[in-house]
């Protein structure tokens, strides 16, 4: 599955109703760390399609990154059923994403 670049009418209509487990990638372009985070995020998406993955660029959707209380990016969120069950901040290895996410 492809990622979904999120907006604030999409996080509406398809993150926030979503019955799948979503990953949400807090980034900016410019950031260093985040453009280390961003490959393991897309296989991620390519490789559990169980998983609904989004990422929001903080410089283009302030408002998101306000409404999640992101202070530091890369910032990554798990949600289940609306809800954040889980925040990740900094650059972390692929095996700990995965961890977060409850899949074996």
């Known amino acids: ?7 604030k009418v999409n996080f509406e209509n398809e993150i926030k109703t979503s019955e799948k487990t979503v ?21 991620i ?20 990154a306000v409404q999640f209380g992101i ?6 969120i798990v949600m289940n059923k609306g809800e954040v069950s889980k925040k990740i901040v900094g650059a972390y290895p692929k095996a700990s994403i995965v961890e977060a996410l409850g899949i074996k």
């Open 1 to 7: 599955m492809s990622v979904l670049s999120v907006n």
């Open 23 to 43: 990953l949400l990638d807090f980034y900016a372009d410019w950031c260093g760390p985040c453009r280390m985070v961003s490959p393991i995020v897309d296989e």
């Open 71 to 76: 202070v530091s990016i890369p910032t990554l």
């Open 45 to 64: 998406a390519e490789e559990y399609p169980e998983i609904l993955v989004g990422k929001i660029n903080v410089d283009d959707c302030p408002e998101l």
